[in-house]
């Protein structure tokens, strides 16, 4: 039988004991320590590579670095194959990294997969690999910026579909002129803003799905989905995160160009309502500012984490957390709520890549990269996690009112403190980032509780498709006295019931 529970007083809530060890790790000494691809090897040594080019081999046992390779370009990933093996994805190719003879150092340097065009624009980024649970790999490529040009010597194939010509794009006082006509983001070469995929052993490859501006990251959920994150910028409002799949187009225009037998003229030029119908919608969306500026790496949680086990975590480079992504699956749809995690912790800022160890001990890799963020290795280390009070799931269900949301909890509820509930939308334009739009605050028609679980029951007038929907708890405490803190779900409600 259901009963309601009245709405009480926001009041300030006591975080109880932390869940969590946080401790940073000793920068290695004559690198520079931002971290730019990070993996547990199967001997419980950790592999990072560094934003200079080196790959060094961090012992947790004496707290202490070696040198594993250097000399790469900028990478921003790095999969271990064993313990002398690893896969970097450099600006220019991913490269495997191999230590031969067992002395702890690389002796060879083997390209795995270059065939992506370069321009030589400064934003050509590359990252990846994510492994998928068929072994296959995954990578990830920005688009280029009209903060720049491109060099007068290029990488693979030129795409003439733009309104500045090969010449007039080089970097230089030509350049200047048509900057705007470039396009804030473009991808004048191949596969710029594509997802690649590749064999196993990365013989074999193919373009899997385009639409992307800046997806630093990539990875796979427990269920075995891909996931992958956006940056706020043009066509992004603020930052999605995308469930992936082969033949997507998730949203930036400028890849377009790049679609086997494409004849549609410059993507930039046609209407939005086209673009619209044409791109899958997110998974989440992080707001920005509020929630993450630049999110990064997601990763599976591990099941000895207790209530968060199967769920996702993921990096963020501007805020001082992590971010939780609950899944929730609404007539086909994957889409789901997103919350911050380790707010209140010193975790701190640049929280760029992200690893587990066997034992369960969650290593976060920082960067700035000049901008916002940090550096160094911080070990995160959880403890008496099965007492932690916190939502572990929140679903869309269909009501007779109209639907509401079921959020669950990890221990039976003892007292909420407070609850609100708001919901807002993003502009989908060429636009850089969008302001947040058509904001509304919503009354649930009645709030009901289980043993652990609450739900918020909407009337078919409040809820809206696409929008995100925010659910704020002032705090509470379980029937067992653990605390929870304030928090704030942000669900993506891509589709109704």
């Keep these: 039988m259901k009963r309601s529970i009245p709405f009480l007083l926001l009041t300030a809530a006591i975080a109880g004991a932390q869940s969590f060890d946080v401790e940073p790790m000793p920068n290695p000494p004559g690198v520079d320590p931002q971290i730019g691809g990070l993996d547990v090897r199967p001997d419980g040594k950790l592999a990072a590579a560094f934003h200079r080019g080196e790959v060094m081999i961090f012992d947790p046992a004496t707290k202490s670095w070696s040198r594993f390779a250097e000399g790469l370009h900028e990478p921003l990933g790095l999969l271990c194959e064993g313990n002398d093996s690893v896969l970097v994805m450099q600006r220019a190719e991913l490269t495997r990294i191999k230590d031969v003879d067992g002395d702890g150092s690389a002796d060879t340097y083997e390209t795995v997969f270059d065939d992506f065009g370069m321009s030589g624009n400064y934003h050509e980024f590359a990252f990846g690999p994510a492994r998928g649970p068929d072994g296959s790999l995954y990578i990830g490529l920005n688009v280029a910026s009209n903060g720049a040009g491109i060099r007068p010597e290029i990488r693979g194939e030129w795409s003439d579909i733009g309104d500045a010509t090969f010449e007039q794009m080089i970097q230089g006082p030509n350049f200047g002129k048509v900057r705007g006509k470039a396009g804030r983001m473009y991808a004048r070469v191949a596969y710029r803003g594509w997802i690649i995929k590749l064999s196993p052993d990365g013989s074999k490859w193919e373009p899997f799905a385009s639409g992307f501006r800046s997806p630093d990251g990539i990875g796979f959920d427990a269920q075995g989905r891909l996931l992958v994150d956006d940056n706020q910028g043009d066509w992004r409002g603020t930052s999605p995160l995308y469930v992936v799949e082969k033949g997507g187009f998730y949203g930036h225009p400028a890849s377009l160009v790049w679609t086997e037998g494409w004849d549609k003229g410059d993507p930039r030029k046609l209407p939005v309502e086209e673009l619209d119908a044409m791109r899958t919608k997110p998974a989440a969306r992080f707001p920005q500012g509020e929630l993450a500026n630049s999110p990064t790496q997601p990763i599976a949680i591990p099941d000895s984490w207790g209530p968060y086990g199967g769920q996702t975590l993921i990096g963020e480079m501007n805020q001082p957390w992590l971010v939780r992504y609950l899944a929730d699956e609404v007539g086909g749809v994957t889409q789901g709520s997103l919350t911050a995690m380790f707010n209140d912790t010193d975790l701190g800022k640049g929280n760029h890549r992200l690893a587990f160890s066997k034992d369960g001990t969650l290593w976060v890799g920082k960067t700035h990269l000049s901008w916002a963020g940090a550096e160094g290795l911080v070990k995160i280390t959880p403890k008496d996690i099965d007492k932690a009070f916190a939502v572990t799931a929140v679903e869309l269900e ?62 078919a007038e409040q809820a809206k498709e696409g929008a995100v929907h925010c659910i704020e708890f002032s705090g509470g405490t379980s029937k067992t006295g653990s605390k929870l803190g304030p928090t704030k779900l942000y669900y993506q409600a891509t589709k109704l019931p």
Excluded at 415 to 434: C, P, T, V, W
């Design 398 to 459: 269909k009501t007779p009112k109209g639907c509401g949301f079921r959020v669950s909890f990890s221990q039976p509820i003892g007292e909420l403190d407070g609850i609100k509930m708001n919901r807002f939308d993003y502009k989908y334009h060429q636009a850089y980032g969008s302001p947040k739009v058509d904001e509304a605050a919503l009354t649930p028609a009645e709030i009901a509780n289980g043993t652990d679980n609450i739900l918020l029951e909407l009337t």
